[in-house]
């Protein structure tokens, strides 16, 4: 499934009650369209909108005034890869678990999609997933699969993303993860 977005943005609110007044006020803002908003862990809510560049940069600047002191991370990405949108879709196809696995592991939701996104842009990867603060303690995580050094290249692109923020908690890549694993961490 591959799905085409002009730009999208996201802002990461600690409070459920700000971050639903501030979204409101992002959808109000401009002309875009919700891709998704909800409640993360630990009582944290995210919004992630997308639309034309200048609409979502006008929607992301609302929710940052609106949610002032309750703003955790936000982020505003043009041209988004599509298997970071399908990623946090949940449509990504799996394929074997031959090859090499990387992980980012950062401590928002908005942090860990910035980071996929560059790291797919980075190198000939499959992106597994973006898991975002869901039974994670207010940390994300991304998984990324392919041959050992696309991998690696797209690890150090997405970590880098990511430590611009001070938000990277860790990265690794495990050149031959066994099958067992990667069966049961998806």
Do not use: W, Y
């Given at each position: ?48 909108v997308h639309g034309e560049v200048a609409a979502v940069q006008a929607s992301v600047d609302a ?123 998806l």
């Amino acid at each position: 499934m591959t799905i085409e977005l002009q730009a999208v943005g996201m802002v990461e609110f600690n409070s459920i009650a700000a971050g639903i007044d501030a979204s409101d006020h992002m959808v109000k803002a401009a002309s875009v369209q919700v891709l998704f908003m909800k409640t993360i862990c630990p009582g944290k809510f995210v919004a992630a909108v997308h639309g034309e560049v200048a609409a979502v940069q006008a929607s992301v600047d609302a929710g940052l005034q609106a949610g002032a002191d309750t703003v955790v991370d936000h982020f505003l990405i043009p041209r988004i890869h599509p298997a970071v949108v399908a990623a946090l879709s949940c449509a990504v196809d799996l394929q074997d678990s031959r090859g090499a696995l990387g992980v980012l592991e950062t401590f928002s939701a908005a942090s860990a999609v910035a980071a996929a996104d560059q790291a797919v842009k980075a190198a000939d990867v499959h992106l597994l997933e973006v898991r975002m603060a869901m039974g994670l303690g207010g940390k994300a995580f991304v998984l990324l699969h392919g041959d050992v050094a696309a991998v690696e290249a797209s690890v150090e692109a997405g970590a880098a993303e990511a430590a611009r923020s001070g938000l990277l908690v860790r990265r690794t890549v495990i050149p031959s993860l066994d099958p067992q694993v990667f069966q049961h961490i998806l």
